[in-house]
């Protein structure tokens, strides 16, 4: 479908109804970016794997979701970095009416996710056309997560739970990419795909778990770790004095991208 609507626009220039008489202007088709020029690309993923369909998470793994800059050092060498940025925070905090269910008094719950990437690399472009532009580059990947979850409980009689658990994640990863755009007609516009294969480790994942209960007259604090996930893929439920975890996978993807040109 995408491909037939790239045909399509890429004939508008062309078309003439047979009601209409021919101008005489010249359209030029395309607006090629040359040495000096810069763009800003949006790419989302419509498959991953051999997952189909628009995939938007707030994942660590995900770059190039929000905003690339490229910078063209000649018409085919292409210098590019993508951000990406996600936090969330929320927060919810009261006293119960009926304090006699689960013997609550007061409940105050905080959840904390931050997620950042930097994508640097190169493109190196094959074409000089004004039509289609074919590419291939590299790029390296690097992200950082935060994730936190602060959960304070009172009850009626005095008793508390206190539970505390963060957890920090590194990316490090490489990748290759092989794309095709479209200039749209001559404007600074062009929409095209990519393909996209990415090698990537990441570091941490743990749950660093802070726990103080009250019960009656006995005061309990205690310090350990818990994963999601073991190695296996399987919730796993345990809790260690001592957890390490890394994860080193591949994965690709296919995108639809849209790039803006400007020049100085």
Known sequence: MLLTALFLIANQSFAQLSTRANEAEIIKLGARPVAGDMCFSLSYPIIRDNTFGLQINKNIVQYNDF?????YFTDKLVGKIGLMFWKSRART??????????AVASNDLMVNDRQYSIVPGVEQHFSVGNIFDIWVGGNLNLGLGKNSDINNVEYVNGDYFNYTQKRSTTLVGVG?????????AHLPLSIGLKYNFNSDWTFGGKWKV???TKVGITETDKEYFIQDEDARGIADPLQYDKLKRNLWDTNQEVRVVLNVYFGK
Request: hydrophobic residues 50%; charged residues 10%; aromatic residues 12%.
């Open 67 to 71: 905003i690339t800059y490229k910078y």
């Open 93 to 102: 905090a009261g006293t119960t009416v009926d304090t006699a269910l689960l």
């Open 176 to 184: 290759g990419a092989i794309g095709v755009n479209v200039f749209i």
């Open 210 to 212: 802070a726990e103080s």
